[in-house]
């Protein structure tokens, strides 16, 4: 299993994170950085501890590639019917082919109403669902490259180029991102490269990990995520990545959400310490 550090792209500690730790952090054996995609702050979002400081995620991600060279970068998750499928799909190509091939994409619906009014789509709120699934659809189209005409039914495009296509072909892979539940099971069944719950219940995640692996009619590979509003105990800590492993999940990303740079490295070596632990 493969371990992943959640950069913070949030909090004013953040801009000092972002734009210095990733060669560190590449250098210290980790395989994957990810930045959480929220662009305001909302009232919303204080129980889960986020304010209003952000900064983009994309170009986050861009801003980190140009400074590494092996280590994967992705947004988790990208909220993807706030954004414009067309733009998106340009932005997310531009960093795979910036970075040689080493972008992931976990997307996800997004659940405040209040950031997807603040960004003018408010009206796509209730239906999210199927505004996500609609714009994969034509990232998905856009990523084969060439001249692109589309007729859904909240988007359409007429006979646009679109080049470069992604580094990685035919496309990034894909991580849906949500609890288990039917919508986001048809999701992975249908676009996932790999499922990417958020979840610190291992017993839960060992349950919904066969029932997607039945729904989907294959082995869906996972990339857990372990987020914690409170700093865990090491043994707490080793415990949920050791379970992760032995889950097979083949990835499991850990967001500490370390306040300052120096937190940061403290936070990286204390999951690294954990990773090797659990192995």
């Known amino acids: 299993m493969r371990i992943g550090f959640v950069m913070q792209n949030q909090g ?4 000092a994170q972002t734009s210095t730790l990733a060669p560190a952090l590449e250098a210290m054996g980790f395989a994957s950085l990810w930045a959480t995609d929220h662009v305001v702050g909302v009232r919303a979002f204080e129980p889960h501890g ?7 995620a994309l170009t986050s991600l861009a801003f980190m590639a140009g400074q590494t060279k092996t280590i994967r970068l992705g947004p988790s998750v990208l909220v993807a019917p706030i954004r414009d499928p067309v733009y998106t799909a340009k932005a997310l190509a531009t960093i795979d082919q910036l970075s040689g091939g080493r972008l992931s994409v976990a997307v996800g619906t997004g659940w405040s109403k209040a950031e997807f009014h603040a ?11 199927k505004v996500t699934d609609e714009t994969l659809e034509l990232m998905l189209r856009c990523w084969q490259g060439g001249t692109v005409d589309w007729a859904g039914e909240r988007f359409t495009v007429r006979r646009a180029e679109f080049e470069p296509r992604p580094r990685q072909q035919p496309h990034p892979p894909l991580l849906i991102g949500g609890p288990f539940a039917p919508p986001v099971m048809r999701r992975v069944k249908r676009f996932g490269d790999a499922w990417h719950p958020s979840t610190r219940d291992i017993v839960q995640l060992k349950a919904d990990m066969e029932r997607m692996n039945d729904f989907a009619e294959r082995a869906v590979p996972v990339v857990n995520r372990l987020t914690f509003p409170e700093p ?33 490295m403290a936070a990286a070596e204390r999951i690294l310490h954990a990773y090797r632990t659990a192995a």
Not at 50 to 56: K, P, Q, R
Request: charged share 25%; net charge negative.
């Open 232 to 264: 865990p105990d090491d043994l707490e800590l080793t415990r949920l990545i050791a379970g992760c492993a032995e889950l097979g999940c083949v990835e499991t990303v850990v967001d500490l959400r370390p306040l300052t740079a120096d937190a940061a």
């Open 50 to 56: 986020y304010g209003a400081f952000w900064l983009e």
């Open 119 to 129: 960004l003018g789509r408010g009206d796509d709120h209730e239906a999210r669902g």
């Open 12 to 15: 004013p500690g953040c801009v």
